[in-house]
């Protein structure tokens, strides 16, 4: 049984969708680590959150709170090492939000777009492409199963530094 026109697309989508929930779960996370690094409780520290708009400010700010003198080492190095891997996917993520779609003669999607001018020393840099195929799909993939193995052991750090929660 054949695909009809779109199908694929609508897959693909479909999978884009999911890694976004895992990533926003994920992301909501760092309220708990920014409450219990600041030692605030939660309503205090889903204001910080709010307040900062972009995720890579949140992750700063965690990354930045573990780094202060007093903080165990033990601690700062788990919330060292989530917040990396956090980051790490976040750059696939950024990709397939921040793109536009270029679509073949049969109506499916082939490749991504990247939305972003890289200024370089005498030029600029734009429109770098991907292809929407298997190794992409499975990147998806992988990336959300990574943000549910990163939502465990931030959970982890919550209940093992008795974060507020």
């Not at 950024?94 to 200024?119: G, K, P, Q, W």
């Not at 429109?127 to 931030?154: M, S, Y």
């Amino acid at each position: 049984m054949s695909q009809k026109p779109g199908e694929a697309f609508d897959a693909f989508l479909l999978l884009v969708g999911k890694l976004n929930y895992a990533w926003t779960n994920t992301e909501s996370l760092l309220i708990h680590m920014i409450g219990g690094l600041a030692k605030v409780d939660s309503e205090t520290a889903t204001i910080i959150f709010l307040t900062l708009n972009t995720s890579r400010a949140r992750i700063d700010l965690v990354q930045r709170l573990a780094k202060r003198d007093g903080t165990d080492p033990r601690e700062r190095h788990a919330i060292l090492n989530v917040t990396d891997r956090i980051q790490k996917v976040g750059h696939l993520r950024n990709r397939y939000n921040h793109c536009i779609y270029t679509f073949d003669d049969n109506a499916e999607v082939s490749h991504t777009i990247l939305m972003r001018i890289a200024d370089r020393k005498d030029a600029i840099k734009m429109g770098r492409t991907d292809p929407v195929d298997l190794k992409a799909t499975a990147g998806i993939e992988q990336a959300i199963t990574d943000l549910r193995d990163i939502n465990h052991e931030i959970w982890s750090i919550l209940r093992d530094y008795r974060y507020p929660h």
